[in-house]
């Protein structure tokens, strides 16, 4: 499968191959207005930072995620894993310039590197308020992407970098992740 990397500045992808042979999808785009109203509430650090971006990271799963069996829990939680390595190495290659940046937790909702908010934030209704893919409300809500179905893991990381930036380290991180 190609992983890819999308930004709203409508720059050519960057094409990766992951070597699970399952996709990875990063996009970067300018925030829902849910975000944009409800910033202080998720992110209360974030007073006063202007302009910032999200970089949503889908991941292909190898199951379908739509039931809660043993083995879709333990591929959510190998899913979170790589997400939070490959986020944590984006986020302080972005900070250590300077960028305030911090990725949600897609368990929980809340950010790992700020103080949580009053509310958490939702993966997946920003996906489908930024990407238009559907949401099949279950236990959970569960994300529809237009190739892998429900086997998708989305999450997010909220940055002030630049676009550019993030998807110059983004190209740099991706492969030490296995994301090539």
């Known amino acids: 499968m190609i992983s890819q990397v999308y930004t709203s500045e409508k720059a050519c992808p960057i ?7 399952l996709g990875v999808e990063i996009s ?9 109203a409800n910033c202080e509430r998720i992110l209360p650090d974030w007073k006063n930072q ?17 039931k809660s069996t043993t083995q879709i829990e333990q591929e959510k939680q190998r899913l979170r894993e790589k ?33 949580p908010g009053e509310i958490p934030h939702n993966d997946t209704a920003v996906v489908k308020a930024l990407l238009n893919y559907p949401v099949m409300k279950n236990k959970c809500r569960v994300l529809i992407h237009p190739l892998w179905g429900a086997a998708v893991y989305p999450s997010v ?24």
Not at 15 to 21: A, E, F, K, S, Y
Not at 28 to 36: A, K, V
Not at 86 to 115: E, K, M, N, W
């Open 15 to 21: 094409n990766l191959v992951g070597n699970t042979g």
């Open 28 to 36: 970067i785009h300018s925030p829902s207005d849910y975000i944009c």
């Open 50 to 66: 202007g302009c910032f971006w999200v970089i949503i990271v889908l991941q292909q799963s190898r199951y379908q995620l739509v």
């Open 83 to 115: 997400f939070m390595r490959f986020g944590c190495d984006l986020a302080f290659q972005l900070r250590d310039r300077g960028y305030v940046t911090d990725l949600i937790d897609p368990r929980t909702g809340y950010p790992l590197l700020s103080h």
């Open 157 to 180: 990381l909220i940055s002030v970098a630049p676009p550019k930036m993030i998807k110059t380290f983004t190209k740099e991180i991706a492969p030490l992740h296995g994301w090539n």
